[in-house]
T-cell receptor
Framework: GQQVMQIPQYQHVQEGEDFTTYCNSS?????IQWYKQRPGGHPVFLIQ?????EVKKQKRLTFQFGEAKKNSSLHITATQTTDVGTYFC???????????FGSGTQLTVLP | DSGVTQTPKHLITATGQRVTLRCSPR?????VYWYQQSLDQGLQFLIQ???????AKGNILERFSAQQFPDLHSELNLSSLELGDSALYFC?????????????FGSGTRLTVV
């Protein structure tokens, strides 16, 4: 079945440093979504990417969808303590009814 | 408040018992998904319902079952509970069948089996 791999599993950064998490799918995706789960919280939808090579920005967050639509990345510039949490990518195939979530990257921001 | 309501928030029960988790989707959403999240683990898809019908199954154990009712709320039944079933169970909903516009998650039910 479809697998969505996410790296790194854990990332510790100093406040102000940049952070990137990468997502790779074993199959071509129709779209990819990103979610953030704060400690003790539930996943919250951040964004969706649909087009090959698409880049979207949300303030300090930049999301990219690869040209082959099999990989994606989330980059955070100048991290803040409010960025702490686990970031999940979730891929959708045109033939599937539900998203396949990556294993997540747990971000810790040290003040 | 995400609009997806899950009850109860916490549940402690003994091995061998049966529990029912309840989810009310966001108003207007027709799809309901159930996910299991173990400690420091990812989100494991269990099952999806759309407008009352089962549409997709993931890694759901035979001891687990679910249904979606005419008012679109859903219940996840877990029976013959084992210690390894201890986890956070999330319900999510989406307006469409494929979740194209994103999932809205509830705050989860934390199940502890002792």
């Amino acid at each position: 079945g479809q697998q969505v791999m996410q790296i790194p599993q854990y990332q510790h950064v100093q406040e102000g440093e940049d952070f990137t998490t990468y997502c790779n799918s074993s199959t071509t995706l129709s779209n990819i979504q990103w979610y953030k789960q704060r400690p003790g919280g539930h996943p919250v939808f951040l964004i969706q990417l649909v087009k090959s090579g698409e880049v979207k920005k949300q303030k300090r967050l930049t999301f990219q969808f690869g040209e082959a639509k099999k990989n994606s990345s989330l980059h955070i510039t100048a991290t803040q303590t409010t960025d702490v949490g686990t970031y999940f990518c979730a891929g959708a195939r045109s033939s599937a009814r539900q998203l396949t979530f990556g294993s997540g990257t747990q971000l810790t921001v040290l003040p | 408040d995400s609009g997806v309501t899950q009850t109860p928030k916490h549940l402690i029960t003994a091995t061998g018992q049966r529990v029912t988790l309840r989810c009310s989707p966001r108003s207007g959403d027709l799809s309901v998904y159930w996910y299991q999240q173990s400690l420091d683990q990812g989100l494991q898809f269990l099952i999806q319902y759309y407008n009352g019908e089962e549409r997709a199954k993931g890694n759901i154990l035979e001891r687990f079952s679910a249904q979606q009712f005419p008012d679109l709320h859903s219940e996840l039944n877990l029976s013959s509970l084992e210690l390894g079933d201890s986890a956070l169970y999330f319900c999510a909903s989406s307006v469409d069948l494929e979740g194209f516009y994103g999932y809205t998650f509830g705050s989860g039910t934390r199940l502890t089996v002792v």
